[in-house]
């Protein structure tokens, strides 16, 4: 009978080890990536797969604004091994002593449109150039035009979508209120959409249009007007232009417009080892394939902060 019971408490011969006092399985090893919502093609459908395949380690990413996530690191809100944002500005709330960044990447801003809109005739024209660029800010000034955009509180593709109206009005000496007629307040509540959302409301034909980094554009299979160079906040060569135009933006302060590129870093307290591995991995020549083939442009690398803090396995997989 004590055999009997024995075998009914454990839930059976094969569990005896397991759940009565054998030794626990050892947890499976993990990689936490914390990234711009922007990358979440490249991150969630091949680097991350990927590098689950290759190394067994199981990998788990979360996308959001990356001023946002930044804030979350630094309280300890969510784990993240590595950390990828859009520009260096968010890397540095993360409340690392001497923060260092790795950039290495950079996708052009567009606008992403809903074919079936009211007003996708007009856009397919601009886009094919039979309308100009300056019409377009005529089309998004419409009162019954849906604009979609993300925060500037928390992303910087938000930041920059806005400054980009404000260089627009600038160079092409547009009225005095498209700023205002466009975006509103920074803020604007009848714009302002998660950058994990923005472009799916685009596709479910919730608004027209949506500002867009081109590989977002292109994971959707979505229309989109490429901007000029002027205006795509893409190109470190013209960040002359690019700072013509500043904004102050609710607590966020200053912004000065600037070329956006992808970094990266280990954030204090992270799984260093791991995260270095999954970070030099993103960077190596297998997956580099998956981010030029989804629009990112790979420039020279650029190193912020201290470049002797920058483990040597990124450096090696970005100068190869």
Known sequence: MRLKRWWVACGGALLVLAGCGGPAAAPKPAVNVAYAGSLGPVMDLSVGPAFQRATHITYHGRGAGSFGLAREIAAHAIAADVFYSIGVKPIKDLGARHPWAACFASAPLVIVYNPKSPFAPTLAAIAQGRQSIQSLFTVLSQSNFKLGRTNPATDPQGQAFYLMVMLAQKIYHLPA????????APDNPHQVLSETSVVTQVQAGTIDAASAFLPEAKSRN??????????????????????QVHKTFPTVGLVTGHALRVCATIPPGAHAKTGTRFLAYSLGSAARAYWTRLGYEWGPPAYVGPQSAVPASVKRALSS
């Not at 209120?177 to 509103?184: H, P, Y």
């Open 177 to 184: 209120n498209t700023v205002s007629t466009v975006l509103g």
């Open 222 to 243: 979505l229309p989109y007007i490429t901007l000029p160079p002027a205006l795509d906040f893409a190109n470190p060569a013209d960040q002359a232009l690019y700072a």
